[in-house]
């Protein structure tokens, strides 16, 4: 337990994935499919719910799965000395282990999530001055 503590973020470099609950919930489903641990079934389990529907929907179809089968597909990454690999390029690190890259970028997947955010804040004003609703 202390090492996968100690390790997590090297995870979130290698997967390329940065630090917020979104990101979070992805490197925990792709250690979910790796190492097996409770913690990270938890995590991946209760996690999503912090997240609203359309987003956990978005995401889950997004990554959910290349997570999972990027997981269980890449080789143990518990047990890497990451201290020795400071100087090894990220995309040989990738090669070595066997971590496949995402479908989408995740900063691609977070503008258009603002995107899709901004145009139903834009759809629900439009609607409430449609009816006259003045409680904006």
Known sequence: ??????SHDFYHVLLGFG?????ELVV?????????????????????????????????RT???WALKSGSKAECLI?????????????????????EKPPVGFGTF???????KEMRESERLQRERG????NL
């Open 1 to 6: 337990m202390q090492r996968y503590r100690e």
């Open 19 to 23: 630090v917020s609950l979104p990101a």
């Open 28 to 60: 925990k489903w792709f250690e979910l499919s790796n190492f097996n641990l409770p913690v990270a079934a938890l995590s991946s389990t209760f996690g999503p719910l912090r997240l609203e529907s359309e987003e956990r929907k978005r995401l889950w």
């Open 63 to 65: 990554y959910g799965t």
């Open 79 to 99: 047990g890497v000395y990451w201290e020795k690999e400071w100087e090894t390029d990220i995309d040989e690190l990738r090669n070595r282990f066997g971590v």
């Open 110 to 116: 977070r503008k258009e999530e603002r995107r899709l």
């Open 131 to 134: 009816t006259g609703n003045v």
